[in-house]
Nanobody, 116 residues
Framework: QVQVVESGGGLVQAGGSLRLSCSCS????????MEWHRQAPGKQRELVAA????????YADSVKGRFTISRDNAKKNTVWLQMNNLKPDDTAVYYC?????????WGQGTQVTVSS
């Protein structure tokens, strides 16, 4: 069974920073892409950032210039999301999604709360 584990959420003031981590218990060769999504209360889940097997990245317009997704190049099954200049609108549960050769797997989510 594939396990996807996120960590690093918490409470931060507006303008602050957090770093989220996601690890997937699979051979890195099985990973097509790893993504961060978020879901705020009453809203649909949305893509925040993604990184492909080849290292290409893309971001939601709302986080460009503030968030950075990166990968552990040694392990390649761990990604981070560095979040800077956080805003109250970034408050949400953040989920890691892994796109594997055998299917899609989600983590349980980690809460990020940004106070004004």
């Amino acid at each position: 069974q594939v396990q996807v584990v996120e960590s690093g959420g918490g409470l931060v003031q507006a303008g602050g920073s957090l770093r989220l981590s996601c690890s997937c218990s699979t051979n890195p060769f099985n990973i097509n892409a790893m993504e961060w999504h978020r879901q705020a209360p009453g809203k649909q889940r949305e893509l925040v950032a993604a990184i492909t097997r080849g290292g290409d990245t893309n971001y939601a317009d709302s986080v460009k210039g503030r968030f950075t997704i990166s990968r552990d190049n040694a392990k390649k099954n761990t990604v981070w999301l560095q979040m800077n200049n956080l805003k109250p609108d970034d408050t949400a549960v953040y989920y890691c999604k892994t796109d594997l050769l055998r299917g899609i797997f989600w983590g349980q989510g980690t809460q990020v709360t940004v106070s004004s």
